[in-house]
């Protein structure tokens, strides 16, 4: 066994819909996740197992990442083309930026204290200065953006793009857009990088996930999994890979030393987000249906 239920998280109702991104401010514990449905950015108490506040203004959330060093979360609301600057130990919204028509995937840059945004409206990538809070730089993508990562090894922000299949890199520096690098399976999607920054992990709607060495931009290998990825988180210190898909409603986690599938948890149908504490090996999975959180510990 890897994945454990540990409890289950009530949070509140809405009538359709679900949840996007979410991710973990690592100082204590507070999980931030995009409430699609409702408009707003939820707060749990990952130590307590509660449910700890609302933040509203956040229509159409895609997604939720946190800035560690910074104390800062970042909120995307495709409905309003803003990210929201969120402090991260209070849960408060300091301020807003204007950052497109529709940003979708965000990643941030610790080196540098930029903030990338990728905008599924107008198809263009956006670095920012969230302290300033404003767009620094605008540059143009050659497909339809997804979640992205920033490598410190490379120092360049890593893109996935649907269609055409592959992925770009982008300097933080100066909004430069490298060619494409294609990749081989239908779809990329969920993606994260490996602890040094020179491999990335793609989940592919064709159904399987890719190993990308990004020094030389070619498939190192991959693994099958059953269906249609979503969200996907590395688990560092055991060489995991979790993936979330949709349908039916599955964990998958990926043995990355040997590629392949070691376990299946059953979750819900449409639970394709989650968020994954590094430092307390918890994982999130977010349950559209019943309006919860579901909390896994490994065993």
């Not at 969120?86 to 849960?91: C, D, M, R, T, V």
């Not at 410190?152 to 060619?179: E, H, M």
């Not at 918890?282 to 249906?289: A, E, M, T």
Request: net charge neutral; hydrophobic share 35%.
């Amino acid at each position: 066994m890897v994945l454990k239920l540990e409890r289950y998280v009530p949070m509140p109702q809405h009538a359709q819909g679900g949840f996007d991104h979410g991710d973990v401010y690592l100082s204590n514990g507070f999980v931030y996740v995009a409430h699609t449905a409702n408009g707003t950015v939820e707060v749990v108490d990952g130590l307590k197992g509660t449910h700890q506040k609302t933040i509203t203004g956040c229509p159409e959330g895609s997604g939720v990442i946190t800035a560690q060093a910074e104390g800062l979360v970042f909120a995307a609301s495709r409905g309003t083309g803003k990210v929201l600057v969120i402090h991260a130990a209070k849960g408060t919204v300091t301020k807003t930026i204007q950052v497109g028509s529709k940003p979708n995937g965000m990643a941030w840059d610790d080196d540098h204290g930029v903030l990338m945004v990728a905008d599924v409206g107008d198809l263009h990538a956006r670095l920012v200065d969230p302290e300033r809070g404003e767009v620094l730089k605008t540059s143009k993508l050659p497909g339809r953006p997804r979640w992205c990562k920033y490598s410190d090894y490379q120092d360049r922000f890593v893109i996935n793009l649907r269609d055409p299949a592959g992925y770009v890199t982008l300097s933080p520096r100066n909004g430069d857009v490298s060619p494409i690098v294609p990749i081989k399976v239908s779809g990329p999607h969920g993606l994260d990088l490996s602890a040094d920054g020179r491999e990335a992990y793609i989940a592919c709607d064709g159904g399987a996930v890719v190993a990308m060495d990004l020094d030389k931009g070619v498939e190192t290998c991959r693994a099958k999994i059953p269906g249609e990825p979503d969200v996907t988180w590395l688990n560092s210190r055991r060489k995991f890979l979790y993936c979330a898909i949709a349908k039916p409603g599955l964990l998958v986690t990926i043995d990355l030393v040997e590629m392949k599938v070691v376990q299946l948890v059953k979750t819900e149908e449409g639970a394709g987000t989650f968020a994954f504490d590094q430092s307390r090996q918890r994982l999130y999975s977010f349950l559209p249906k019943t309006c919860r959180v579901a909390t896994y510990i490994e065993s």
